[in-house]
Structure formats: structure tokens, C-alpha cells
């Protein structure tokens, strides 16, 4: 679960040990898969030999995504607060637009 993405640095709560780690994102791309039309999902492993998945193929504004069940809970809105956040930094196609 990512905690937190500031200065290039992920910290990611492990879901199985609960150790934080951090992560530097700097410099880290992901490659575009010809074959699915979609970027590599970003993996992030902790100590404990567990990995968090991360897919970066959400829509990169909130507002273009449309839920059918209503809203989210808090905890999926958060992280994928975070996740738009790592697209900006892992994506080359997004790199440098929004904040981060």
C-alpha cells in the first residue's frame, strides 16, 4: 500500500508484514506493452520477499473515471491519489505534466 510520494521516493506499508520501505522512483520507467496497449504495472518488493503490485493504467484524472457502484471508499481514494502520482514519475508519456 503506498503510504506516501514526495521527492521521488515511494514509501509502500507492506500488506502482508507491515513494514514501510522506501522506494526511490527516480529514473524508474516503465515500458510501454505493445501487445495490451497499456505501460507495465510498477513492482515494488519488500524486505519480507513480498511485492506491491501497482498498476499505472488508471485514468490520470479522477474525474474521468466512472464508478457504477458509487463512490469509492476512502482508503481506494487515497491510493489512487498516490497512483496518479507514480504514473507522473514512472510514465515517460506523462512525465513532467501535473504536480507531483
Request: with cysteine; proline share 4%.
Amino acid at each position: 500500500m503506498l503510504r506516501v510520494i514526495k521527492d521521488n521516493q515511494a514509501k509502500v506499508k507492506c500488506v502482508n508484514c507491515g513494514t514501510v520501505t522506501n522506494h526511490d522512483v527516480a529514473g524508474l520507467e516503465v515500458p510501454f506493452l505493445e501487445e495490451f496497449s497499456e505501460y507495465e504495472n510498477v513492482v515494488l518488493g519488500c524486505t519480507c520477499g513480498t511485492m506491491e503490485v501497482f498498476n499505472v493504467n488508471i485514468p490520470i484524472d479522477a474525474e474521468d473515471e466512472n464508478f457504477e457502484t458509487g463512490e469509492l471508499p476512502l482508503e481506494e481514494e487515497i491510493q489512487r491519489y498516490y497512483v496518479r502520482i507514480l504514473q507522473r514519475l514512472v510514465r515517460p508519456d506523462l512525465r513532467g505534466s501535473g504536480k507531483v
